[in-house]
Antibody
Framework: QVQLVESGGGVVQSGRSLRLSCAAS????????LHWVRQAPGKGLEWVAV????????YYTDYVKGRFTISRDNFKNTLYLQMNSLRAEDTAVYYC???????????????WGQGTLVTVSS | QSALTQPPSVSGSPGQSVTISCTGT?????????VSWYQQPPGTAPKLLIH???NRPSGVPNRFSGSKSDNTASLTISGLQAEDEADYYC??????????FGTGTKVTVL
C-alpha cells in the first residue's frame, strides 16, 4: 500500500536550517508529483511547495520562496524540503502529500503522510 | 495568495444535511475545475474526500458531494453521521501554478 513517512523535524533556533525527508513506498515514485503542506499548531492547512513527477517544475508559496527548496531523489524514493533562515512562523507540522500519476499541475493530493513537527524557537 | 474563505463552523443533527461553502476568486476557483476537499479528524492527517469539484475517490461514501458555481465551491454532507465530526478544508489550483487551501470548517454533529 501507499506509504509516505516524514522525518527530520525537531526544535531549531530562528535563523538556522533544517532538512525534512519523506520516504515513499508502495507506488511508482517517479510517476507522481509531490507536495509539502504545513499546519501551524491549532491552525489550518497551508500549501508550501510542489515538485512535478519529472522534477523539472517546482513552485512555492510566497511565504517560503527564496528560503525553502523542494527536491526529490527518484532512486531513493525520497522527497526533501530544505528549510533555511527559519522563522518562528514556520513552526508547524509538515506533511508530504502525493498527486496522481503524471499529473503535472492542477492536481489534488490523494495520499498524505502523518507529518513531522518543526518548532522554531526565538 | 490569500486563503479561500470557509465558515468557521457548521453543525447538524444526525441524518441532517450540511453544506460548507468555499469562496475564492477568479484567480483560483473561478479559473479551474480543480477544487478538492479534505477531511481531517482531530490529531490525524488530512484525507481526500472530493477532487475536481465533484469526484469521489473509491471508498468515500456517496453522502459526500461537491459542486461549484463561479468563484464558490461547496461540499454537502447528506445524512450526517457522528463519524463525520472533523475539520474540512477546500483547496484550489491557482493561476500562479500554486495551490491555496480554505480557512477550514469544523463540523459538529449535535
Amino acid at each position: 500500500q501507499v506509504q509516505l513517512v516524514e522525518s527530520g523535524g525537531g526544535v531549531v533556533q530562528s535563523g538556522r536550517s533544517l532538512r525534512l525527508s519523506c520516504a515513499a513506498s508502495g507506488f511508482a515514485f517517479s510517476s507522481h508529483g509531490l507536495h509539502w503542506v504545513r499546519q501551524a499548531p491549532g491552525k489550518g492547512l497551508e500549501w508550501v511547495a510542489v515538485i512535478w513527477y519529472d522534477g523539472n517544475n517546482k513552485y512555492y508559496t510566497d511565504y517560503v520562496k527564496g528560503r525553502f527548496t523542494i527536491s526529490r531523489d527518484n532512486f531513493k524514493n525520497t522527497l526533501y524540503l530544505q528549510m533555511n533562515s527559519l522563522r518562528a512562523e514556520d513552526t508547524a507540522v509538515y506533511y508530504c502529500a502525493r498527486s496522481p500519476a503524471y499529473c503535472g499541475g492542477a492536481c489534488h493530493f490523494d495520499y498524505w503522510g502523518q507529518g513531522t513537527l518543526v518548532t522554531v524557537s526565538s | 495568495q490569500s486563503a479561500l474563505t470557509q465558515p468557521p463552523s457548521v453543525s447538524g443533527s444526525p441524518g441532517q444535511s450540511v453544506t460548507i461553502s468555499c469562496t475564492g476568486t477568479s484567480n483560483d476557483i473561478g479559473s479551474y475545475n480543480r477544487v478538492s476537499w479534505y477531511q481531517q479528524p482531530p490529531g490525524t492527517a488530512p484525507k481526500l474526500l472530493i477532487h475536481e469539484v465533484s469526484n469521489r475517490p473509491s471508498g468515500v461514501p456517496n453522502r459526500f458531494s461537491g459542486s461549484k458555481s463561479d468563484n464558490t465551491a461547496s461540499l454537502t454532507i447528506s445524512g450526517l453521521q457522528a463519524e463525520d465530526e472533523a475539520d474540512y478544508y477546500c483547496n484550489s489550483y491557482t493561476t500562479s501554478s500554486t495551490y491555496v487551501f480554505g480557512t477550514g470548517t469544523k463540523v459538529t454533529v449535535l
